[in-house]
């Protein structure tokens, strides 16, 4: 298997994570003849838990070719783990702020030096009640085809089972002990996007196409299908407020 050069704080972080991911997990990875040997490539991954990062980035790290996550930028403030985030050369995401195009240079900039770029393209955890891939956000996709680089969609289950989202006690369901499932898929075929002007709409069509990659995948693992539309939260907390506000005249 392809060894990239790892780097000490790489390692450091490995020596310190997978121990007890050893210890309290069993894993069952799938896939890894789709992670790309060399070059630049990115990895769209689903998300469904505060823990699933940390499945995703073993998975990844035993392929060999380390990931490059966006974290929120706050995250790169909190003591130790900003440091570890900085050292192993993670980046930085200030949404909504005149610096929010510097991940999208530093996106482009790791892939143009070979490494792989981790998106987690809805945004934040799912707010699917089934816990399906939601609406995507146009991130990748636009780094997609500004690079023109492979796009390996990924789905992971098991993390949500063991920290399910948004339940009311954050407390961690070891017991029975919890399979993490990480899967990698083929590339998603973006090639009918390279020449056409990246409008809004190009990349809403660019970033379904990849959704759909991660929702395949995750229908594999999980042996059902999912909804024929993807949950829009966005759409769901306005048609909330629409009827609390009908509500509100009554």
Not at 205 to 213: D, L, R, S, V
Not at 214 to 238: C, N, W, Y
Request: charged fraction near 25%; charge should be positive; glycine fraction near 6%.
């Amino acid at each position: 298997m392809f060894r990239q050069k790892i780097g000490f704080w790489y390692r450091l972080a490995a020596v310190i994570a997978k121990p007890p991911l050893l210890v309290l997990f069993k894993r069952d990875w799938r896939g890894m003849e789709h992670i790309p040997a060399e070059g630049g490539f990115i990895t769209a991954v689903n998300h469904n838990s505060y823990l699933d990062p940390l499945s995703y980035a073993h998975y990844q790290y035993n392929t060999g070719r380390v990931p490059r996550l966006l974290a929120k930028a706050a995250l790169f403030s909190t003591p130790f783990v900003g440091m570890m985030l900085r050292r192993t050369g993670q980046i930085p995401v200030y949404r909504e702020s005149t610096d929010a195009m510097d991940a999208f240079r530093a996106a482009v900039d790791a892939i143009e030096r070979g490494d792989c770029v981790a998106f987690y393209p809805e945004g934040t955890i799912t707010r699917d009640p089934d816990m399906w891939p939601m609406a995507g956000k146009t991130g990748a996709a636009r780094i997609a085809l500004t690079t023109k680089c492979p796009v390996i969609p990924v789905a992971q289950w098991g993390a949500n089972l063991a920290m399910p989202p948004y339940a009311r006690e954050k407390r961690l369901r070891l017991f029975p002990r919890k399979t993490l499932i990480v899967q990698a898929g083929p590339p998603v075929d973006l090639s009918r996007f390279y020449d056409r002007e990246p409008t809004p709409d190009v990349l809403r069509e660019a970033t379904e196409a990849i959704m759909a990659g991660i929702t395949a995948q995750l229908e594999d693992v999980r042996g059902e299908k999912a909804p024929s539309e993807p949950f829009d939260h966005r759409m769901a907390r306005s048609e909330q407020r629409r009827k609390a506000a009908g509500e509100g005249t009554l």
